[in-house]
């Protein structure tokens, strides 16, 4: 079986070993959830690496705190995934069943493909 990458997380299938991502999208989706996840200094070598999601889960949900992920997504895509083209981002907090929960919604374009993408991530305390 072919493919272009292992898919995360890592999980055997069958006789081929891991389970493999199959197209570039799954590719390029799984190396955006990777960038958004990562805390800033997690990352050997490259310590500037990663959005933080995370550290934004205890601010408050406020347009500052909007704007803030909104510049940390933009200045992390620019700086290690250019090719991608973010359209928006839905925040979705749900105060009254999950109070220490986000999830956001990310619209975006992989420009050389000319695809359209949605990336999900529920992050909670």
Do not use: H
């Not at 991608?84 to 919604?105: A, H, M, Q, R, W």
């Amino acid at each position: 079986m072919a493919g272009y990458s292992p898919s995360l997380p890592l999980r055997r299938d069958g006789d081929y070993g891991y389970a493999l991502n199959q197209d570039m999208i799954e590719v390029i989706r799984q190396n955006f959830k990777n960038l958004v996840l990562t805390n800033p200094g997690e990352r050997m070598m490259i310590p500037d690496f990663g959005v933080g999601i995370k550290t934004f889960l205890f601010e408050m949900n406020d347009q500052t705190t909007r704007g803030n992920i909104r510049a940390a997504l933009d200045s992390q895509v620019k700086k290690y995934m250019s090719f991608i083209g973010i359209k928006s981002v839905i925040y979705d907090v749900d105060e009254f069943n999950f109070p220490n929960s986000l999830g956001i919604t990310i619209f975006y374009d992989v420009l050389p493909l000319n695809l359209s993408d949605i990336l999900e991530i529920t992050i909670s305390a």
